[in-house]
């Protein structure tokens, strides 16, 4: 999915997939929220929005329930993650996640919600 870097709010970047009807939000702090069921419509005139940040609040995070999608690294964890690809180390194994999905909703939407 291609996402198109945005600064608005908290929104970071935002991304389609038209044909699972997916819509991709990441937000600062490296939080990312999946929707499904989005029409392209829609995704159109968020993404043409001069408020998307508004748009968001009031069209999709109050429309449609959030999965969790996975975080965005920075530039250091990007970094991290090719030395641990090279060199074999420091991924954490799924089973040491306790973390559900629900969970990681509800913390991205906590980040999400200004203060």
């Given at each position: ?33 999946e929707y ?19 748009f968001y ?55 999400a919600t200004?203060?």
């Amino acid at each position: 999915m291609d996402m198109k870097k945005i600064h608005s709010g908290k929104l970071r970047a935002i991304g389609y997939d038209a044909a699972r009807r997916l819509l991709r939000v990441e937000l600062e702090g490296g939080a990312a929220l999946e929707y499904s069921g989005v029409s392209a419509d829609l995704w159109r005139r968020f993404a043409a929005s001069g408020v998307a940040w508004s748009f968001y609040r009031d069209n999709i995070e109050e429309e449609f329930p959030a999965k969790a999608g996975a975080r965005v690294a920075g530039a250091a964890g990007a970094q991290r993650a090719a030395l641990d690809a090279l060199f074999g180390g420091g991924a954490p194994s799924a089973q040491d996640s306790t973390t559900d999905d629900g969970d990681a909703v509800a913390q991205a939407r906590d980040d999400a919600t200004p203060r």
